[in-house]
């Protein structure tokens, strides 16, 4: 996987300087490349367990879907997860909350295609966005770190 990063630094009015702000870091991710580890080691200081957060992302957005990886990622759901979508011409964005076997439903598996443009978005507070878009759509899968592991606790999607 080649590693794009971009560091992105808010500032709120009140004088608060760019440095004095916890920074959310883009990863541009592609499955066609080889990692590269300098850029993913930027990210370890703001998480922990990056190994496994690495393969669960590539998991999600580059692995070929299998009913093993499959079982893996369902396994990394949280009890009760978050979904919404929402798709133009809709009234409103639908939410919902599912329990882990409903929710692995809509776990989007991308097997790395080239029709999507993926990104692994690390949050100040550590949690981390994988973020697949195409023309039309974009997904979102969100992950946590909580005792000790990796969990996917949202989903959502949203087309055009």
Known sequence: MKLILVLVAA???????????????????DCGDPLTPFAWQSVKPSVPDTDAVYRLANAILCASKTDELVGDVTRQLE????????????????FRILRKA??????????????????????????????????????????????GQW???????ACD
């Open 11 to 29: 500032a709120s009015a009140g004088g608060v300087k760019a440095h004095d702000v916890p920074r959310e870091i883009t990863i541009a991710w």
């Open 79 to 94: 009890d009760v997860v978050s979904h919404s979508s929402y798709g133009t011409g809709d009234a409103a964005e639908e």
């Open 102 to 147: 409903r929710a692995a439903e809509y776990v989007h598996y991308f097997e790395g295609s080239s029709e999507w443009t993926y990104e692994v978005v690390v949050r100040p507070d550590g949690e981390i966005e994988l973020v697949a878009s195409n023309e039309a759509c974009v997904d979102v899968t969100n992950l946590r770190h909580r005792n």
């Open 151 to 157: 969990w996917i606790y949202e989903v959502g999607d």
